[in-house]
């Protein structure tokens, strides 16, 4: 039986090339979400991803894209063969919510009253933002330059913070003046998408800013039915919380205080993945795939079996994948019988 650690996603995974992607498929777990979004009077899972279009105005608003996304990795995660053997679980952001859910430290409806929560917050109440830079060369390998760049920008401009440590690539977060003085600072990167790119609707999560969201999530969700988990969890840390040998309180208190508002750090939490679990595979849940390149940095700056650069871990993934992403067909098709 392979090791596996599971990754959910962040809310920004779902885009349209993932709609439709939950048509004929069962989840007991996607059942009570869209049950609890029907007690709420608002549109289920089910019928967002069964729209006709995607409509960024709807999909990637804060009140529906956090559900949406946590919606399709519970029902990927529901897929899963028993032939996999699930060593720990973690998530991106706002894939901690979904983490604690399919972990056991939250009921699927107590994880979706913490989604719903936090996401009805950023309802016409945007604050700050977020963007996207890249501190990686050619081939996935940390360009110091390029880090250092960004270091000074933080250092020199107020109300910018790092808000996710993403592998090869950084997440910013701020005001929007300081935001703005972040991409005229920050030199172009070339791609399919130049950076740095500002995420839409996104508020500056994990920064020092969402001091007030910290503030009313104590006040809304402090009785939150927070469990011990089931299965191993690794935090925006690097922390792993284990069955029966965590307090349910302080675990409570990380999830609506510390995360909020201190960096996230997404490569640590790999880093502790690969080296305290060994895991055959990191299994990536959906909705998208997007993930799997900051895995790969963060393989390559491990040298984690030989992976040296983007050509090694490319060459990985053709001929025995160490990601296997289930938003990818081709990878999915290894994780479910």
Request: one cysteine or more.
């Amino acid at each position: 039986m392979k090791r596996c650690i599971v990754l959910c996603p962040g809310r920004g995974s779902y885009s349209k090339d993932s709609l439709g992607g939950l048509q004929g498929l069962e989840s007991t777990k996607l059942n009570e979400l869209d049950a609890l979004r029907q007690s709420w009077e608002r549109p289920t899972v089910r019928e967002m991803d069964n729209s006709s279009k995607f409509r960024s105005s709807w999909h990637i608003a804060g009140e529906n894209a956090s559900i949406l996304t946590a919606g399709v990795s519970a029902t990927d995660f529901d897929q899963i063969s028993e032939q996999m053997d699930i060593v720990g679980i973690c998530g991106n952001s706002m894939g901690w919510y979904t983490t604690l859910g399919l972990a056991g430290a939250l009921s699927i409806v107590e994880m979706g009253r913490l989604i719903e929560t936090m996401g009805q917050y950023q309802k016409g109440n945007i604050i700050g933002g977020q963007l996207v830079y890249s501190v990686v060369d050619e081939h996935w390998q940390v360009d110091p330059q390029r880090l250092q760049t960004v270091c000074d920008a933080i250092e020199q401009t107020p109300d910018l913070h790092w808000s996710i440590k993403l592998g090869g690539q950084v997440v910013l977060g701020g005001t929007k003046d300081a935001l703005q003085r972040a991409m005229e600072i920050l030199p172009t990167v070339d791609g399919p998408r130049p950076l740095p790119f500002q995420l839409p609707l996104h508020s500056a999560f994990h920064t020092p800013l969402m001091i007030e969201t910290h503030r009313q999530a104590l006040r809304d969700l402090s009785n939150l039915d927070m469990r011990t988990p089931k299965i191993p969890m690794i935090d925006g840390s690097g922390h792993i919380w284990r069955p029966k040998a965590c307090s349910a309180q302080s675990l409570l208190e990380y999830t609506l205080g510390t995360q909020v508002i201190e960096t996230y750090d997404f490569t640590a939490m790999i880093r502790t993945a690969l080296k305290h679990f060994a895991p055959d595979h990191i299994i990536l849940l959906g909705p998208g795939s997007n993930l799997g390149g900051a895995i790969g940095h963060v393989l390559i700056e491990e040298r984690w079996q030989g992976i040296a650069n983007k050509e090694d871990f490319i060459h990985r993934q053709k001929t025995n994948p160490f990601v296997l992403a289930m938003g990818r067909v081709d990878q999915r098709t290894q994780v479910i019988n």
